[in-house]
């Protein structure tokens, strides 16, 4: 059992691995068109967003911990549409999740994939969500 749960988190992905092969995998809460370009944008923008679907309660778990911390993470929403589901599985199974279903929410920090919420949790326990945030730029002090 004690295998199963590493103890090492794995190495952060980049944003342009995972939305490469989408075409139009998501879009941003503040426009409706431009599929992956924009999710791309404000991961390229931000120092830290979290994709997820719209009115996702992980979504807004995972933004109240991070506004917690002092950080106001940018939001982008994905749509309902078969497009974009199976875009977020492309990005689940790209950042490692397999045949799973989509991990919702990605949290993208410094331009690079965290992980879904409970890959954020883990690393707000162990101490290593703040040394991040302050490399990615999002914190000062």
């Known amino acids: 059992m004690r295998g199963a749960i590493s103890s090492r988190p794995a190495p952060p992905r980049a944003a342009d691995d995972l939305l490469s092969s ?6 941003s809460s503040s426009s ?3 599929g992956g370009s924009a999710v791309r944008a404000a991961v390229a923008e931000s120092p830290v967003v979290v994709v997820g679907a719209r ?4 979504c807004d778990v995972a933004r109240r911990l991070l ?3 002092g950080v106001n993470p940018a939001m982008c929403e994905i749509g309902e ?15 490692g999740g397999g045949g ?8 993208f920090v410094g ?3 965290l992980g879904g919420l409970d890959r954020l949790v883990t690393v707000h326990i162990t101490g290593e969500l703040v040394p991040i945030l302050k490399e990615a730029g999002a914190l000062w002090l």
């Open 55 to 58: 009115g996702c309660c992980m």
């Open 100 to 107: 799973r279903s989509a991990v919702q929410p990605l949290v």
């Open 67 to 69: 506004l917690g911390l």
């Open 81 to 95: 549409g078969a497009e974009d589901a199976a875009a977020m599985m492309e990005a689940a199974a790209a950042a």
């Open 32 to 34: 409706s068109s431009g």
């Open 22 to 27: 989408s075409p139009s995998s998501s879009s």
């Open 111 to 113: 331009g690079r994939l």
